[in-house]
């Protein structure tokens, strides 16, 4: 089992930034990670995903303004958020499961297995 804990949420107004943090309690070598977002009424949307192979995919709506990242020694995964906009408010969910995935599915929170317990972002215009 894996736990996810997930830190760094908060409110900001349009264009700041935030940096959302996911500590996991173990890694595996073939352990796959991403960041999900889900907004009242809305669908559980992939923001970002980062492979067990380290290729990096990410949601055209972020692209160019968010960055998915791991620090291996601290069994960390990251996200920068830059030049938010009120239309990123959402809970925000780090998920992870092991083996490979392809670009598609990575986005895809079907194939996730752990997930945290989420942190709210709220971007004010």
């Known amino acids: 089992q894996v736990q996810l804990v997930e830190s760094g949420g908060g409110s900001v107004q349009a264009g700041g930034s935030l940096r959302l943090s996911c500590a996991a309690s173990?890694?595996?070598?073939?352990?796959?990670m991403g960041w999900f977002r889900q907004a009242p009424g809305k669908e559980r949307e992939g923001v970002a995903a980062?492979?067990?192979?380290?290729?990096?995919r990410y949601a055209e709506s972020v692209l160019g303004r968010f960055t998915i990242s791991k620090d291996n020694a601290k069994s960390t995964l990251y996200l920068q958020m830059n030049s938010l906009k009120p239309e990123d408010t959402a809970m925000y969910y780090c998920?992870?499961?092991?083996?490979?995935?392809?670009?598609?599915?990575?986005?895809?929170?079907?194939?996730?297995?752990?997930w945290g317990q989420g942190t709210q972002v709220t971007v004010s215009s």
């Open positions: 998920a992870g499961g092991v083996g490979y995935l392809s670009d598609s599915e990575s986005t895809d929170w079907r194939w996730y297995n752990y």
């Open positions: 173990r890694y595996y070598g073939n352990f796959y």
């Open positions: 980062l492979g067990s192979d380290g290729r990096t």
